[in-house]
C-alpha cells in the first residue's frame, strides 16, 4: 500500500524520498521555521515578555 505524505504548508503531495521531507521543498521548509519564530504556532513555555518599564526611560 503505498502512503501518501503532504507537504504541511502548501498541501502538496510529497513523496516519502523528498529531500527537504516533510517539506515538498526548501522554501516551504523556511516559511515553516518563520511560522515558529513569528509565534503563529502555539509554543507551550515558560518564557514570558514582560513588560513593566518602559524604554524611553532607559534611554534618559
Ligand atoms: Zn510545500
Redesign the pocket.
Known amino acids: 500500500m503505498k502512503r501518501l505524505f503532504f507537504?504541511p504548508?502548501?498541501k502538496?503531495e510529497l513523496g516519502r524520498e523528498a529531500v527537504d521531507f516533510p517539506?515538498?521543498?526548501e522554501?516551504?521548509r523556511l516559511i515553516d521555521l518563520g511560522n515558529w519564530s513569528d509565534g503563529s504556532y502555539a509554543i507551550p513555555s515558560d518564557e514570558q515578555v514582560v513588560e513593566d518599564e518602559e524604554p524611553n526611560r532607559l534611554l534618559n
Open positions: 507537504c504548508i502548501c502538496s517539506f515538498c521543498c522554501r516551504c
